[in-house]
């Protein structure tokens, strides 16, 4: 009878996986939860012909150090070189060794901005590609070949975002997957039984600033006062300047990171605002009263095209933030509100005025970039009629029915 061969990692000194020098751990081990992927060497113990040795297979992966096992116990010797034939298979051709996890994200990313996604939306990918990279070094990983599909399991897991959120990146981190496998830098799905979060997929209640909430608003940017010297780099904005910030997000729609970087020179054209590139090709403008305009004329004269840049930094991000904070104070100022308040809204609220003034939900999906089913979902209270119709449906339905006894 031929005795089994025990394979185990040794873990040796500066382990990528932070394992103490000469410990060993077995593939059942490396599988639980949390666990570090390193590169260390996995070794195999036993007796062949009556010799007992310790060997260094050479390998660092368990596949691989099992054939060089299963070579060496079928011809009984510890003696000789060993060459593992890689199986092949016209239908599934090997992967392409080399390719780093970053590579593969950056061509990934690539191929969203060819896509035309807004950059918004495309610095979610970059945050998600970012995530994984430090996963993927925290465990000794370069390339994406490494990755094993309990490594995705541990990925999905260590993410704090809300369900809606985790939905989302789940739903970009498939799309990596996929985009690997079709340039056979993967060889398996590894994301296949990963599930978004139950309750993800119920739509999020929209809720709107109310006309009381927006003149409370107003009143709160009138309560502060001149902006305060401005510090090296910078500018403190007044309540003036809140206010001008809060109308232009309210009659535009416009997200807080493109209302903070917003260049009249380019973004207004006599009272048409420039919201984005039209499927078309063609550029989409929403429109501003003559009175707003006179007010943004007269921020450019004073500060120049970018009328609410805060700062020298060019990055969009830093300088929404920085008008999140002021905002963060004027809602302070503003409250108590029924539904915590936050600059996004604005744009809520832009959809809502635009509804209940009978603009029609396709015009009004097309201003916010979105698909009608998408504004019907989120915004249908505000459509005008729609109660009166649904009680004229009800009415004609129950109307009839006999009073029970």
């Not at 000469?22 to 081990?29: D, F, I, K, M, P």
């Not at 054939?67 to 009984?76: C, D, I, M, S, Y």
Request: net charge positive; glycine share 8%; aromatic share 10%.
């Amino acid at each position: 009878m031929i005795a089994a061969l025990n394979l185990y990692r040794r873990h040796r000194r500066r382990c990528k996986g932070g394992h103490p020098e000469e410990s060993r751990t077995g593939q059942v081990e490396e599988g639980r939860r949390g666990w570090k992927r390193c590169a260390c060497h996995i070794f195999v113990a036993g007796t062949l012909n009556g010799k007992f040795k310790r060997v260094d297979t050479g390998r660092a992966e368990w596949d691989e150090a099992k054939l060089v096992a299963e070579t060496w116990k079928a011809a009984q010797t510890w003696d000789g070189p060993v060459k593992i034939e890689q199986p092949t298979s016209s239908a599934e051709p090997a992967p392409q060794k080399g390719i780093t996890v970053k590579e593969a994200f950056d061509a990934y990313v690539a191929t969203r901005h060819h896509r035309g996604i807004q950059p918004p939306t495309l610095s979610k990918y970059r945050t998600l590609g970012k995530q994984l990279l430090a996963f993927c070094d925290s465990r000794g990983y370069t390339r994406v070949d490494q990755l094993r599909v309990v490594d995705m399991d541990q990925f999905y897991e260590s993410w704090k975002d809300g369900i809606r959120s985790k939905a989302k990146k789940l739903e970009r981190l498939k799309g990596f997957v996929q985009f690997s496998l079709k340039r056979k830098w993967l060889m398996e799905d590894i994301t296949d039984d990963l599930k978004a979060p139950e309750g993800s997929s119920i739509p999020a209640n929209k809720a709107p600033f109310t006309n009381d909430e927006l003149d409370k608003i107003y009143a709160a940017c009138d309560s502060f006062g001149g902006p305060v010297a401005p510090g090296p780099g910078h500018r403190n904005w007044g309540g003036a300047d809140m206010k001008d910030f809060v109308m232009l997000s309210v009659y535009t729609g416009l997200r807080i990171s493109d209302v903070a970087t917003f260049d009249i020179t380019q973004k207004l054209k006599g009272n048409d605002v420039f919201l984005r590139m039209h499927k078309t090709g063609k550029e989409l403008f929403t429109w501003i009263p003559d009175w707003m305009v006179a007010r943004l004329r007269a921020r450019e004269k004073k500060y120049g095209p970018f009328i609410f840049k805060s700062c020298n930094c060019g990055k969009p991000k830093t300088i929404a933030e920085l008008w999140r904070v002021k905002l963060k104070k004027v809602f302070k100022r503003a409250g108590p509100f029924e539904e915590p308040p936050t600059p996004h809204r604005f744009r809520h609220t832009f959809a809502r005025i635009l509804l209940e003034s009978g603009v029609p939900i396709a015009d009004v999906a097309e201003l916010l970039g979105d698909t009608p089913d998408v504004v019907r979902k989120h915004y249908a209270k505000w459509v005008p009629g729609r109660q009166a119709r649904l009680s004229s449906i009800l009415q004609d339905a129950l109307g009839t029915l006999t009073v029970p006894r």
